[in-house]
């Protein structure tokens, strides 16, 4: 039975095969995608999970409900810890961690590595296992310092490593360590990812802030005892919190900070550790959290694209059905169950369903690099074989072969014997399941051109609004690997002294845009002024910096050698003149530093975006200020030529530092850096656009096929009475249209609010415009038109005398 | 083995009724070889439908084997026919992505079968209708005699005990026809009843008496000798 049922399957697909080529073509489109989307999203969403405590895991951070509304930090001060494991038995491991670069030495061979700075719990409470080294007490040495396989393998080769002195240079001082542990590599799927390890003491300033709780420095992540609710662990802070961060608390109070509903101004609070790689406001372990939105919005285009390819074969097997309505007569005269009729035609689908599978994968292998280069995705196909996607992947198909291939059975089977007999196949109702179907795979096309066009608007728009300095001619040298920023520039500057096409040459703390170390950084200093607290963003620049940057001074001066006093000036933008509020701010002092030495504003630049477009600008103080490194070099180079520029700054840098990468990039690129999530997302929205398009102009197209089919009649009997071919043409295509027309007004305000929303995450947006929605629907409506055309010319202008004899 | 009683049938549409069938009245005897004749609109095709458990008649009594089959639902319509009742149509019906065996075997996939008594009473049923030669080919591949041929061994290789022909040999030429007529005849006389709808008198002479419809009922029945 089964073979026959196969057998007769395999004849009708191959006699219908330029529409099953049609169905197979769209599933198979869809499900690539559909792979490729899903596959991302799995890993978006199985972060972190090799740690086999991950559930008892959590990271502790701050809040502040300051008047502005309450802000989060996870940066806690370095007492945190320790005060927290003393006064409260539910914590049963808890483990500061910081970041920085580090060379590390072994004999000749030098490294710029990775490394963390922890407490001996960290290896306690994450799974990161140890090849060689005791866990319970690899950490428990000062100077022990723990390396990864790869690096143990860069640095010693085949040699032994465990136990060997190494020498490692953190913040430029250089000391001993002894290789306590070598540590399996770390996957690329952990939010937490180190080349070394080292005890937290090592961390800079680490004594200076032994007891400093207003200090904020580091994260730290608690495990709590097995069995241990941490619903609780939150109300028990309360009185640790007023024990500990008094003074912080008044000084909130003194800002404004309104209580909660608890009473409370500033607390702590426990977020779970699983979680970190999407909360984006806590801002991740290592910083890049990713937004949900991105993963969920490929969740919802993946579902958009297959139910659109699924609507197609809904529509296709129909329109096919109707071919075949003979067929079923005879064999319900010859007895056939409907059961039996169900299975037959089930099975078909289930072939067509099984060869786009395949062909679909296939596409998917192909497509696979493309789409990890586009989507920065590391997903791999290996991944397809976890259990887990094998079981999701399985109960997919079994849904899309029902959903898709039981409809068109039922109705096949339901067809009058006797009518089909006699010939009267054709269905004389417009088919409102059709139209339905079309109608909504149209509204999910023309939502998706509608956000593709928003999207690239506001790219657009975020790339090319003028941010009130120079991002073209500017490069950034991130100063990283234990050099001492000072001394850098001081170098680079002598070195770069002869370059002619070089303008000028600063330093400052903070980058412009993200630069290619990948990290951001941002200081932010209170002080009281009058009876008001001032917040500024404070930017440690060097001479030039103005210049270099070309932002406009309004008033007063840049920094300058020849003032003597300069070290404790400041340069303020006019956000911050707004805040300090006084008459004649230029030239007044100002108690920057709760001190008495105050500091004198010299100059007042105009506002530029020193932060990304998603934010206003805030108050920026500038200062020469020592206390704050120099993390980068911007170096300007006269217009023309950027390339051989470029060059030349590598090979200055390259000869003064040999051993240290150079990763300097333009400000423009750095600028483009921080829209990669927006990017991404547009990416994702033009693709998925594109590829709901095809696959529904693919279905239109078959359903144009049929419809000529069904009326071949009819466009007969109209040239006959004297119709023209562009009479016919917009006849059969006007249906279309209308409802193609219909989809754009059910688009309309679902992608307004969407995209409405998604503008809201932007200090600075475009507004939607109404041609917009025209646009995209203008273009639906063409590519209806265009696609229906192929079989509704073909038919307009066939010769009707043939149309019908044949009847 | 049939006797139908003031059957009726309407077709309607939203403005109009057409009475098909009108009070008919007729008895087929088993062994029996019947002819239906009458202009077109009669209502021959309608009644054939009917008395081959493909529509249900809209009042009247059907008895089948001295069974009321006239209220039987779907499935028990199918499950009657298919193991008493074989059709032969004008247009042959055959499928045309199975080869000829596979068409005459259908019937018996339908009524379970096993596999190898299907491939006997298939090679059977085609050596008797001298179209074994052909059977791995598809109907297209047959002149329309063949075809027929075919579809006549569909219709018998389940041993039915009735045979509904809708003028079979309609799309054929004279001398296909008589051969097809023929064949029916042989299957008569080993014992099989035959019910055929013709616009033929040539082709009505075979039978043992001709029905005369008009407008849904019987005008006059003519028995051979």
Same mark, same amino acid.
């Given at each position: 039975?089964?073979?026959?049922?196969?057998?007769?399957?395999?004849?009708?697909?191959?006699?219908?095969?330029?529409?099953?080529?049609?169905?197979?073509?769209?599933?198979?489109?869809?499900?690539?995608?559909?792979?490729?989307?899903?596959?991302?999203?799995?890993?978006?969403?199985?972060?972190?999970?090799?740690?086999?405590?991950?559930?008892?895991?959590?990271?502790?951070?701050?809040?502040?409900?300051?008047?502005?509304?309450?802000?989060?930090?996870?940066?806690?001060?370095?007492?945190?810890? $320790?005060?927290?494991?003393?006064?409260?038995?539910?914590?049963?491991?808890?483990?500061?961690?910081?970041?920085?670069?580090?060379?590390?030495?072994? *004999?000749?061979?030098?490294?710029?590595?990775?490394?963390?700075?922890?407490?001996?719990?960290?290896?306690?409470?994450?799974?990161?296992?140890?090849?060689?080294?005791?866990?319970?007490?690899?950490?428990?040495?000062?100077?022990?310092?723990? @390396?990864?396989?790869?690096?143990?393998?860069?640095?010693?080769?085949?040699? $032994?490593?465990?136990?060997?002195?190494?020498?490692?240079? @953190?913040?430029?001082?250089?000391?001993?360590?002894?290789?306590?542990?070598?540590?399996?590599?770390?996957?690329?799927?952990?939010?937490?990812?180190?080349?070394?390890?080292?005890?937290?003491?090592?961390?800079?300033?680490?004594?200076?802030?032994?007891?400093?709780?207003?200090?904020?420095?580091?994260?730290?992540?608690?495990?709590?005892?097995?069995?241990?609710?941490?619903?609780?662990?939150?109300?028990?802070?309360?009185?640790?919190?007023?024990?500990?961060?008094?003074?912080?608390?008044?000084?909130?109070?003194?800002?404004?900070?309104?209580?909660?509903?608890?009473?409370?101004?500033?607390?702590?609070?426990?977020?779970?550790?699983?979680?970190?790689?999407?909360?984006?406001?806590?801002?991740?372990?290592?910083?890049?959290?990713?937004?949900?939105?991105?993963?969920?919005?490929?969740?919802?285009?993946?579902?958009?694209?297959?139910?659109?390819?699924?609507?197609?074969?809904?529509?296709?097997?129909?329109?096919?059905?109707?071919?075949?309505?003979?067929?079923?007569?005879?064999?319900?005269?010859?007895?056939?169950?409907?059961?039996?009729?169900?299975?037959?035609?089930?099975?078909?689908?289930?072939?067509?369903?099984?060869?786009?599978?395949?062909?679909?994968?296939?596409?998917?292998?192909?497509? @696979?690099?493309?789409?990890?280069?586009?989507?920065?995705?590391?997903?791999?196909?290996?991944?397809?074989?976890?259990?887990?996607?094998?079981?999701?992947?399985?109960?997919?198909?079994?849904?899309?072969?029902?959903?898709?291939?039981?409809?068109?059975?039922?109705?096949?089977?339901?067809?009058?014997?006797?009518?089909?007999?006699?010939?009267?196949?054709?269905?004389?109702?417009?088919?409102?399941?059709?139209?339905?179907?079309?109608?909504?795979?149209?509204?999910?096309?023309?939502?998706?051109?509608?956000?593709?066009?928003?999207?690239?608007?506001?790219?657009?728009?975020?790339?090319?609004k003028p941010l009130g300095y120079n991002k073209t001619e500017v490069l950034s040298?991130?100063?990283?690997? *234990?050099?001492?920023?000072?001394?850098?520039?001081?170098?680079?500057?002598?070195?770069?002294?002869?370059?002619?096409?070089?303008a000028s040459v600063t330093g400052a703390y903070m980058n412009m845009g993200?630069?290619?170390?990948?990290?951001?950084?941002s200081?932010?200093?209170?002080?009281?002024?009058?009876?008001?607290?001032?917040?500024t963003h404070i930017q440690r620049v060097d001479y030039d910096y103005l210049k270099t940057l070309d932002i406009k001074l309004l008033e007063g001066r840049e920094f300058n050698?020849?003032?003597?006093?300069d070290?404790?000036a400041v340069i303020i933008n006019e956000t911050m003149a707004r805040?300090?509020?006084?008459?004649?701010v230029l *030239?007044?002092?100002?108690?920057?530093?709760?001190?008495?030495?105050?500091?004198?504003v010299v100059g007042i630049v105009k506002d530029y975006n020193f932060r990304s477009l998603?934010e206003d600008i805030a108050p920026l103080t500038l200062t020469m200020?020592?206390?704050?490194?120099i993390?980068y070099i911007f170096v300007k180079v006269?217009p023309?030529?950027?390339?051989?520029?470029?060059?030349?700054?590598?090979?200055?840098?390259?000869?003064?530092?040999?051993?240290?990468?150079?990763?300097?990039?333009w400000i423009n690129?750095n600028t483009?850096?921080?829209?990669?999530?927006?990017?991404?997302?547009?990416?994702?929205?033009?693709?998925?656009?594109? @590829?709901?398009?095809?696959?529904?102009?693919?279905?239109?197209?078959?359903?144009?096929?049929?419809?000529?089919?069904?009326?071949?009649?009819?466009?007969?009997?109209?040239?006959?009475?004297?119709?023209?071919?562009?009479?016919?043409?917009?006849?059969?295509?006007?249906?279309?249209?209308?409802?193609?027309?219909?989809?754009?007004?059910?688009?309309?305000?679902?992608?307004?609010?969407?995209?409405?929303?998604?503008?809201?995450?932007?200090?600075?947006?475009?507004?939607?415009?109404?041609?917009?929605?025209?646009?995209?629907?203008?273009?639906?409506?063409?590519?209806?038109?265009?696609?229906?055309?192929?079989?509704?010319?073909?038919?307009?202008?066939?010769?009707?005398?043939?149309?019908?004899?044949?009847? | 083995?049939?006797?139908?009683?003031?059957?009726?049938?309407?077709?309607?549409?939203?403005?109009?009724?057409?009475?098909?069938?009108?009070?008919?009245? =007729?008895?087929?005897?088993?062994?029996?070889?019947?002819?239906?004749?009458?202009?077109?609109?009669?209502?021959?095709?309608?009644?054939?439908?009917? #008395?081959?458990?493909?529509?249900?008649?809209?009042?009247?009594?059907? /008895?089948?084997?001295?069974?009321?089959?006239?209220?039987?639902?779907?499935?028990?319509?199918?499950?009657?026919?298919?193991?008493? =009742?074989?059709?032969?149509?004008?247009?042959?019906?055959?499928?045309?992505?199975?080869?000829?065996?596979?068409?005459?075997?259908?019937?018996?996939?339908?009524?379970?079968?096993?596999?190898?008594?299907?491939?006997?009473?298939?090679?059977?049923?085609?050596?008797?209708?001298? =179209?074994?030669?052909?059977?791995?080919?598809?109907?297209?591949?047959?002149?329309?005699?063949?075809?027929?041929?075919?579809?006549?061994?569909?219709?018998?290789?389940?041993?039915?005990?009735?045979?509904?022909?809708?003028?079979?040999?309609?799309?054929?030429?004279?001398?296909?026809?008589?051969?097809?007529?023929?064949? /029916?005849?042989?299957?008569?006389?080993?014992?099989?009843?035959?019910?055929?709808?013709?616009?033929?008198?040539?082709?009505?002479?075979?039978?043992?008496?001709? =029905?005369? #419809?008009?407008?849904?009922?019987?005008?006059?029945?003519?028995?051979?000798?």
């Open positions: 039975m089964l073979k026959n049922y196969i057998k007769t399957a395999w004849r009708n697909l191959w006699k219908g095969r330029v529409f099953n080529l049609l169905n197979l073509v769209g599933l198979a489109v869809a499900i690539a995608c559909c792979t490729l989307i899903f596959l991302t999203v799995f890993y978006e969403f199985t972060y972190d999970r090799f740690h086999t405590k991950l559930d008892n895991i959590y990271q502790i951070y701050t809040v502040s409900n300051r008047a502005e509304g309450a802000e989060v930090t996870s940066s806690v001060p370095e007492p945190l810890t $320790p005060a927290l494991k003393a006064e409260y038995p539910a914590v049963k491991y808890m483990t500061r961690s910081a970041d920085a670069g580090a060379l590390i030495k072994y *004999g000749n061979k030098e490294l710029d590595e990775n490394l963390h700075f922890v407490d001996e719990d960290f290896l306690k409470m994450f799974t990161f296992p140890l090849i060689e080294g005791n866990k319970n007490n690899v950490l428990s040495g000062l100077n022990n310092v723990v @390396i990864t396989q790869a690096t143990a393998k860069a640095l010693f080769g085949e040699e $032994p490593a465990l136990n060997k002195t190494v020498l490692l240079n @953190i913040n430029n001082v250089q000391q001993p360590f002894i290789v306590s542990g070598i540590l399996e590599d770390i996957s690329r799927h952990s939010s937490i990812e180190f080349d070394l390890l080292v005890r937290f003491e090592h961390y800079p300033n680490y004594a200076a802030n032994i007891n400093a709780w207003e200090n904020r420095t580091h994260i730290a992540m608690i495990e709590f005892n097995n069995g241990y609710d941490p619903a609780s662990f939150t109300s028990q802070l309360t009185p640790f919190v007023k024990k500990h961060f008094a003074p912080s608390i008044e000084i909130l109070k003194k800002d404004g900070a309104k209580p909660n509903e608890k009473g409370d101004i500033f607390w702590l609070d426990i977020a779970p550790f699983s979680n970190n790689h999407f909360a984006t406001n806590l801002g991740g372990v290592e910083g890049n959290p990713v937004n949900k939105t991105y993963p969920v919005s490929l969740i919802v285009i993946g579902c958009f694209i297959l139910i659109i390819a699924c609507i197609n074969f809904i529509n296709l097997s129909v329109a096919r059905g109707f071919t075949r309505s003979r067929e079923v007569g005879v064999r319900k005269t010859l007895g056939a169950s409907k059961g039996q009729l169900l299975i037959q035609f089930w099975i078909e689908t289930i072939m067509v369903c099984l060869a786009s599978m395949v062909v679909g994968l296939l596409l998917c292998m192909a497509l @696979i690099n493309q789409f990890k280069a586009i989507f920065k995705s590391r997903i791999s196909l290996s991944m397809l074989l976890d259990p887990v996607t094998l079981f999701g992947i399985i109960i997919l198909f079994l849904l899309v072969t029902a959903i898709a291939g039981f409809y068109p059975a039922l109705m096949m089977v339901r067809y009058k014997t006797v009518a089909v007999l006699k010939g009267n196949t054709a269905s004389t109702k417009p088919g409102k399941l059709r139209n339905t179907l079309l109608v909504v795979q149209f509204s999910l096309s023309t939502l998706l051109i509608i956000c593709t066009i928003i999207t690239w608007q506001q790219i657009n728009y975020l790339q090319n040298i991130p100063v990283s690997g *234990g050099l001492i920023g000072e001394k850098a520039l001081k170098l680079m500057r002598n070195e770069l002294k002869n370059h002619a096409e070089v993200r630069g290619n170390d990948g990290s951001s950084r200081s932010i200093l209170g002080f009281n002024f009058g009876d008001k607290e001032i917040r050698p020849d003032f003597a006093g070290s404790t805040q300090l509020g006084t008459k004649n *030239g007044s002092f100002v108690p920057m530093y709760d001190s008495v030495a105050k500091v004198q998603h200020d020592k206390h704050y490194e993390n006269k023309g030529n950027l390339v051989a520029s470029y060059d030349a700054i590598k090979k200055s840098w390259n000869r003064q530092y040999p051993n240290t990468e150079f990763e300097g990039s690129e483009e850096r921080q829209y990669l999530n927006e990017r991404r997302l547009s990416g994702i929205f033009v693709s998925g656009a594109v @590829i709901a398009i095809v696959i529904s102009c693919i279905g239109l197209l078959a359903i144009s096929i049929m419809i000529v089919l069904q009326r071949t009649k009819e466009i007969g009997i109209r040239k006959v009475l004297g119709s023209s071919v562009g009479g016919i043409v917009l006849l059969l295509s006007m249906d279309f249209v209308k409802l193609v027309l219909l989809a754009s007004v059910i688009a309309f305000p679902i992608a307004w609010w969407l995209m409405n929303n998604w503008l809201q995450s932007f200090a600075y947006r475009i507004t939607i415009q109404w041609w917009v929605f025209a646009l995209a629907t203008l273009l639906a409506i063409l590519l209806a038109f265009i696609t229906i055309s192929f079989q509704s010319v073909k038919a307009a202008l066939a010769n009707p005398v043939k149309s019908l004899r044949s009847e | 083995m049939i006797k139908i009683t003031n059957l009726e049938k309407f077709y309607r549409t939203e403005e109009v009724e057409t009475v098909a069938l009108n009070k008919l009245n =007729i008895e087929i005897n088993r062994g029996e070889f019947v002819a239906i004749m009458g202009p077109s609109g009669c209502g021959k095709s309608t009644l054939l439908n009917i #008395l081959g458990l493909l529509d249900d008649p809209d009042g009247g009594s059907y /008895l089948f084997n001295d069974i009321e089959v006239a209220q039987f639902n779907e499935r028990k319509r199918a499950d009657l026919r298919k193991h008493n =009742i074989g059709f032969v149509f004008q247009s042959f019906n055959l499928i045309d992505e199975l080869t000829v065996f596979e068409n005459v075997e259908l019937p018996l996939i339908y009524t379970g079968v096993s596999a190898t008594e299907r491939k006997e009473r298939v090679e059977e049923v085609l050596s008797k209708m001298q =179209i074994m030669h052909r059977r791995n080919h598809y109907p297209q591949q047959l002149s329309g005699g063949q075809q027929q041929r075919v579809a006549i061994a569909r219709a018998v290789v389940n041993k039915p005990k009735l045979i509904l022909a809708d003028e079979p040999t309609g799309n054929l030429d004279s001398s296909n026809g008589n051969e097809v007529m023929e064949l /029916l005849t042989d299957l008569n006389e080993q014992g099989t009843t035959i019910i055929m709808v013709t616009h033929s008198e040539h082709d009505a002479r075979y039978s043992h008496r001709i =029905i005369r #419809l008009l407008d849904g009922h019987t005008v006059v029945e003519n028995i051979m000798m």
